[in-house]
C-alpha cells in the first residue's frame, strides 16, 4: 500500500469522526419529551439524560425496532 493511499484513508477517517463528534453534540442539546408519544407513561429521568432527544420509553421503542427489522427496515 502506498503512503499516498494510507494519508487519504486517514484523512476520510478524520473527516468521518469530525462528524460524528459534530452530530453528538448537536444530539446533546435536544431536549427529550417527559412523556412516551406511544403510550403516554412518563419517561424515566435517567432515559432522558442518556438519550438526549427521546420521545418513547424503552419498551415502546424496543417494539418499534422489532417491528422494523421485521419489516427489514433496520
Given at each position: 500500500m502506498s503512503?499516498?493511499?494510507i494519508d487519504?484513508?486517514?484523512?476520510?477517517?478524520?473527516h468521518n469522526l469530525?462528524?460524528?463528534l459534530a452530530n453528538r453534540r448537536t444530539f446533546n442539546n435536544v431536549?427529550?419529551?417527559t412523556h412516551c408519544t406511544?403510550?403516554?407513561?412518563?419517561?424515566?429521568e435517567?432515559?432522558?439524560?442518556a438519550?438526549?432527544?427521546c420521545t418513547m420509553c424503552v419498551d415502546c421503542?424496543?417494539?418499534?425496532?422489532?417491528?422494523?427489522?421485521q419489516r427489514g427496515m433496520m
Open positions: 503512503a499516498e493511499l487519504a484513508a486517514n484523512g476520510q477517517v478524520e469530525q462528524i460524528a431536549v427529550s419529551a406511544d403510550c403516554g407513561d412518563e419517561l424515566d435517567r432515559r432522558r439524560e438519550v438526549p432527544g421503542m424496543a417494539k418499534q425496532e422489532l417491528l422494523a427489522k
